[in-house]
């Protein structure tokens, strides 16, 4: 019991303690026990790792590389203007809770269900932006006290289910500090000090970014007013209280900076890659609305289409009006390649967006379509070594190489997976058995003797 509680101490530190800089520049008191130590990079990275393994052990993560894509670049453009060379990791969990978080060492979580109650780019943008600034200024993880390098799993394990929201905090906590409710809201208290914080440096960043920064100010309060006061407040509700005076503060922080048109269409259509259910379109204009209803049909196409033609000059006509729109390029030249059996055109494509992941796993999967598995595997190769982000090109490389029968690449690729979502237990054990079917493929069998030896 002690133990837990401990972990449960331990947890509400991490959760809502201020470092001691930003306490110091920003003039907020301390909470100055004297138990709190800080703690060094490695231990973040060490932290982060396990966190991520969590992450993609306990819950099901959005492997879709369109939304995946579309949530890392808005993440980028972001934290484009940020200076403190930190490597930030922006993923999606599959679940239904309106709810976003940031954890250790820069990881950024955002569910599903907040893609799909966002009204604009901009809205989703400003949780984005909200969650980067909690990192920025440190809120999360500067200190805490010292916990046995054993428990990090299970830490790890629980802090991703209370952010994520499944352990239900006032429960949770309560129940690990022995019902000490006193402190907690004192040191809630606290952090609504860090949610302002966050709101201001968030909405900077949103105008840097070229986002309309009244937007989320906007959204805050349109969850707020959605949301039905018998039943249980969205997540993001729960976290970040919505009040009158913090509306009005971030509005007015708002109108400091530049007002600029909000976007709307690239969020449909990645709604309508996350959902069947009917999207509101309000917002949209005629020609966006058209451009939609084309992509909207695109993703219901089939292996034997009837109406490839018609879907074909509606996209024809949609990337005309909606020039530079790239979800709606990369469908035309997916639906001319099909047609022509080819992949010319997404090559083509690939040349001006070399960067795209999603564009890479579109042109693997017209291979496949070609049976040409060993170009679909070279492209994704070739991708991995161009992008921070690998973990979903190394899982389509391995399923790629079981479907060719060959184990020692398809396990080769998983280990390396692991290694990506920070499982190295893992990574190391599916290395071994990798290199026990490698025996025939002595490049690739050096490969696995050299990373067992790095990682020794
Ligand atoms: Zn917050």
Sequence with gaps: MQKLRQLGLLMIFWLITASSTSATQYNLPDLGSPGLVLYDKSMESELGRAFMTALHTDFTMIDDPFVVEYVRQIG??????????????????????????????????????????????????????????????????????????G??????????????????????????????????????????????????????????????????????????????????????????????RRTALALARAEQQKTTQERYLDLKLIQARLTDQRIPLEQLNEKEHEAFHCYKNYLNLTNTPDNAAEIKSCLIQATKNQPGNRLLEIALADIKDRSSNSVSNLLQLKDLYPQDNALAHQIAHQYQHRNDIGSAIAILKHQATITPTKIELYQQISELYLQKNDIANALYFQALRANEIGNIRQFKHLLKEARKHASETPTLLKKINNLLQENN
């Design 151 to 244: 428990n990090i799993t299970s830490f790890a394990s629980l802090l991703a289910a209370i952010l994520i929201g499944t352990l239900d905090p006032s429960a949770g906590i309560a129940t690990f500090i022995g019902g000490n409710s006193l402190a907690i809201q004192n040191q809630l208290r606290f952090s609504r000090i860090h949610e302002h914080e966050a709101d201001s440096v968030g909405i900077k960043l949103l105008a840097q970014a070229g986002y309309n920064p009244r937007a989320m100010a906007q959204f805050f309060d349109q969850l707020h007013q959605q949301h039905n006061h018998s039943s249980r407040p969205p997540e993001v509700l729960l976290t970040h209280p919505v009040t009158e």
């Design 76 to 149: 980028s453009r972001l934290t484009s203007h940020l200076a403190d060379g930190r490597q930030y990791h922006f993923f999606i969990i599959d679940r239904p809770e309106i709810n976003a978080f940031a954890g250790p060492d820069g990881i950024i979580g955002i569910n599903r269900g907040l893609i799909l109650a966002a009204t604009s780019e901009d809205a989703l943008a400003s949780v984005i932006a909200h969650e980067i600034a909690h990192i920025t200024q440190e809120h999360l993880s500067r200190r805490f006290e010292q916990f046995e390098q």
